[in-house]
């Protein structure tokens, strides 16, 4: 495979250092190249999936990736794309978050192939039992202060102001990439646009220390993942969109997919998932021709959602997006009742003895008796599916699914989810 040309086509290639000395290292036999990952959270989100995956292509096509979990830069921050400083968690937290996300990517690269095997490290390996005087000597001296000014994280940040702090987060992801280097014989580091800057300090360093025999030494970055319409990729309503499925369930992580613009479906595809451009290029068709059939939508949303959660989250994901949308909710277990209406207002009911009108008050979907026989009246209330328009109705005589719950809708897209103790 040529990773460099399919990088290309699948508009994964934003910067690079010299393209002609890249597709040759890359061309004569495994590469080593790593990725790192702040645990800023007890998990990644989707924002972290590109560069998981960019790595997970090149062990495909034969090289070794390491994904570096960032255990020691995770105690300071990187400034890179922050509008402001960002807030300094607790060693013990950050060791904690850095264990949970070697874990998450143990679930997309194969570290026990015998074949271009990846490798899990951590910086706080080396980061942690630094002397700060010899590495002000060693390393600071390496790095001249109208470099790092220059750099556009930096740069972006003094106006507003940048602490020493964040500062120095570029020398220690240099200092990374020279570990690596001279541990696993590292000789690419990629990430996202705003690690640019990092990622060529770095090379400087390499390049600064190796002496008389002076490396070539490789960069690439992705560009940053943007939706058409203006809003942050990875955000919703409900907030940050999490690779963990007890922070962001397998339906509502399909959903986010599914939800994806017509503009920008077909580069999601090249991006996320590992169809060939081929099978990409007949659903872009379908895009310009049958755009209501949303296709590379659900495509895009199959595929994600099994690299990520695996095949049986998937076929839950998919049942109950079936009855949410096209009706089967008493198909539904209790489980799957709570993943599909997690985010919607709930109320639990201790009684069933109290009328439709008093039920719909108590679960706050209207605010008032009035209100609520309008909306029953006017034929807006519906309970699992079924339209009630009786304001007598007694809640007794409604079917509970599997026991405890009704879904109302009111209209068609306000749903309420009620919980009988």
Same mark, same amino acid.
């Given at each position: 495979? %040529?990773?460099?040309?399919?990088?290309? /086509? +699948?508009? *994964?290639?934003? !910067?690079?250092?010299? #393209?002609?000395?890249?597709? &040759?290292?890359?061309?004569?036999?495994?590469?080593?190249?790593?990725?790192?990952?702040?645990?800023?959270?007890?998990?990644?989100?989707?924002?972290?999936?590109?560069?998981?995956?960019?790595?997970?292509?090149?062990?495909?096509?034969?090289?070794?990736?390491?994904?570096?979990?960032?255990?020691?830069?995770?105690?300071?921050? %990187?400034?890179?794309?922050?509008?402001? /400083? +960002?807030? *300094?968690?607790? !060693?013990?937290?950050? #060791?904690?978050?850095?264990? &949970?996300?070697?874990?998450?990517?143990?679930?997309?690269?194969?570290?026990?192939?015998?074949?271009?095997?990846?490798?899990?490290?951590?910086?706080?390996?080396?980061?942690?039992?630094?002397?700060?005087?010899?590495f002000l000597r060693d390393i600071g001296k390496n790095f001249p202060l109208g470099a790092m000014l220059a750099?556009?994280?930096?740069?972006?940040?003094?106006?507003?102001?940048?602490?020493?702090?964040?500062?120095?987060?570029?020398?220690?992801?240099?200092?990374?990439?020279?570990?690596?280097?001279?541990?696993?014989?590292?000789?690419?580091?990629?990430?996202?646009?705003?690690?640019?800057?990092?990622?060529?300090?770095?090379?400087?360093?390499?390049?600064?220390?190796?002496?008389?025999?002076?490396?070539?030494?490789?960069?690439?970055?992705?560009?940053?993942?943007?939706?058409?319409?203006?809003?942050?990729?990875?955000?919703?309503?409900?907030?940050?969109?999490?690779?963990?499925?007890?922070?962001?369930?397998?339906?509502?992580?399909?959903?986010?997919?599914?939800?994806?613009?017509?503009?920008?479906?077909?580069?999601?595809?090249?991006?996320?998932?590992?169809?060939?451009?081929?099978?990409?290029?007949?659903?872009?068709?379908?895009?310009?021709?049958?755009?209501?059939?949303?296709?590379?939508?659900r495509t895009l949303a199959v595929e994600v959602t099994k690299l990520v959660h695996g095949q049986e989250a998937?076929?839950?994901?998919?049942?109950?997006?079936?009855?949410?949308?096209?009706?089967?909710?008493?198909?539904?277990?209790?489980?799957?009742?709570?993943?599909?209406?997690?985010?919607?207002?709930?109320?639990?009911?201790?009684?069933?003895?109290?009328?439709?009108?008093?039920?719909?008050?108590?679960?706050?979907?209207?605010?008032?008796?009035?209100?609520?026989?309008?909306?029953?009246?006017?034929?807006?209330?519906?309970?699992?599916?079924?339209?009630?328009?009786?304001?007598?109705?007694?809640?007794?005589?409604?079917?509970?699914?599997?026991?405890?719950?009704?879904?109302?809708?009111?209209?068609?897209?306000?749903?309420?989810?009620?919980?009988?103790?």
């Amino acid at each position: 495979m %040529d990773i460099f040309k399919e990088l290309q /086509e +699948r508009g *994964l290639v934003y !910067q690079h250092t010299n #393209e002609e000395a890249l597709r &040759k290292r890359l061309d004569s036999g495994p590469m080593t190249l790593y990725c790192g990952f702040d645990p800023t959270a007890d998990s990644l989100h989707i924002g972290s999936l590109l560069p998981i995956l960019v790595l997970k292509r090149f062990q495909l096509a034969g090289h070794i990736p390491i994904a570096l979990v960032g255990g020691g830069t995770g105690l300071i921050g %990187d400034p890179s794309g922050k509008a402001a /400083e +960002r807030i *300094l968690n607790p !060693q013990e937290v950050v #060791e904690q978050w850095a264990s &949970k996300i070697k874990d998450q990517l143990g679930h997309f690269l194969d570290f026990e192939t015998k074949e271009s095997p990846a490798i899990i490290a951590n910086n706080y390996d080396w980061l942690g039992s630094l002397q700060v005087i010899e590495f002000l000597r060693d390393i600071g001296k390496n790095f001249p202060l109208g470099a790092m000014l220059a750099k556009d994280a930096v740069e972006a940040r003094m106006s507003k102001g940048i602490s020493y702090t964040e500062f120095s987060y570029m020398i220690l992801q240099s200092y990374d990439y020279l570990k690596l280097n001279e541990v696993y014989g590292c000789e690419m580091q990629v990430g996202g646009s705003d690690q640019w800057g990092n990622i060529t300090a770095g090379i400087d360093l390499i390049r600064r220390t190796s002496g008389d025999q002076v490396k070539e030494m490789y960069g690439l970055t992705m560009p940053l993942v943007t939706k058409s319409d203006g809003v942050k990729f990875g955000k919703t309503e409900s907030g940050t969109v999490w690779l963990n499925a007890e922070k962001t369930s397998p339906y509502k992580f399909y959903q986010f997919w599914m939800n994806t613009d017509d503009q920008d479906v077909i580069r999601f595809l090249k991006y996320f998932t590992f169809l060939s451009l081929d099978e990409i290029a007949v659903l872009a068709e379908g895009v310009e021709k049958e755009p209501e059939k949303r296709k590379a939508q659900r495509t895009l949303a199959v595929e994600v959602t099994k690299l990520v959660h695996g095949q049986e989250a998937l076929e839950r994901a998919e049942k109950i997006s079936s009855a949410l949308f096209g009706g089967g909710l008493t198909n539904l277990t209790s489980a799957e009742l709570e993943e599909g209406f997690s985010d919607v207002p709930s109320a639990t009911i201790e009684s069933p003895e109290i009328g439709l009108v008093d039920l719909l008050i108590k679960g706050e979907v209207v605010t008032s008796k009035r209100l609520a026989r309008e909306a029953i009246e006017n034929g807006a209330i519906y309970i699992n599916d079924i339209r009630y328009t009786d304001v007598e109705t007694s809640v007794s005589q409604l079917e509970r699914l599997d026991g405890k719950y009704l879904v109302i809708r009111r209209g068609k897209k306000n749903y309420y989810l009620i919980k009988f103790k």
